[in-house]
């Protein structure tokens, strides 16, 4: 799990999750060797956003396009879904951005949490920064007791273990970081959906990933078994 755009007013506020299946040791091996193999490129070397690349892992906002394309193109060689909620700032609770954050990531979780309810555990990796710690801490009793709200019953619920990582020591949060870029760009671009707008084309090509992306303003945007087209 990750957050975009906070700290950007000008950009919409999302909270996301890439949900991997059994596969997701093989996901993360196959991503770090991406990444061994990208660092290895000398011709890139002095490059501040690479340089920055080879410490800390994939991120969406500031790789260069010589690492973002092969990462892209392996995001379309594996099997994973996208789970986010974004808002304009006007529609969530909370007096500050790091409240509206917690808000978010409270609904986020409550609902996979019933999604996945007949599973025994939920393992919940989200990316370390600053001031998640605390919010992390409160996160499993108020993500159970907004699960419980919303089902109405107390039927038995997956145990959540959540655990704050770094971006390079667990690389997989860099699906997550490029699905809400793709978004949040897209969403900036007022949700067009004319082909010769390349905000369109790039979230129409990671749309089919989307098992839910949801407005607090507006609703449903998308999912699985209602894609924008």
């Known amino acids: 799990m990750d957050e975009s755009g906070n700290g950007n007013t000008s950009q919409p506020l999302i909270v996301g999750a ?83 954050i917690e808000y978010m990531y409270v609904k986020l979780l409550s609902d996979l949490l019933i999604r996945h309810r007949h599973e025994s555990e939920l393992l919940c990796y989200i990316e370390q920064s600053e001031g998640m710690a605390a919010i992390i801490r409160r996160l499993p009793g108020n993500v159970v007791r907004q699960a419980y709200k919303t089902i109405g019953e107390a039927a038995p619920l997956p145990q959540l273990n959540i655990t704050m990582v770094a971006k390079s020591d667990y690389m997989s949060t860099a699906i997550i970081d490029y699905v809400m ?13 004319k082909p010769k707008d390349w905000a369109y084309r790039a979230f129409r090509e990671l749309e089919p990933s989307i098992s839910m992306l949801y407005s607090f303003e507006h609703g449903r945007i998308s999912s699985r078994k209602d894609p924008l087209h």
Not at 181 to 193: E, G, K, L, Y
């Open 18 to 100: 890439v949900e991997l299946g059994e596969d997701a040791d093989d996901i993360e091996q196959r991503i770090k060797d991406l990444h061994a193999r990208l660092s290895a490129k000398s011709s890139l070397a002095g490059l501040t956003s690479f340089e920055e690349f080879r410490r800390n892992g994939f991120h969406s906002s500031t790789d260069p396009l010589e690492v973002s394309g092969p990462f892209l193109e392996l995001m379309r060689t594996i099997f994973f879904r996208s789970y986010m909620v974004v808002t304009d700032r006007t529609g969530v609770l909370g007096d500050t951005e790091s409240g509206l």
């Open 181 to 193: 870029a793709a978004v949040s760009r897209w969403i900036q671009a007022d949700c067009t959906t």
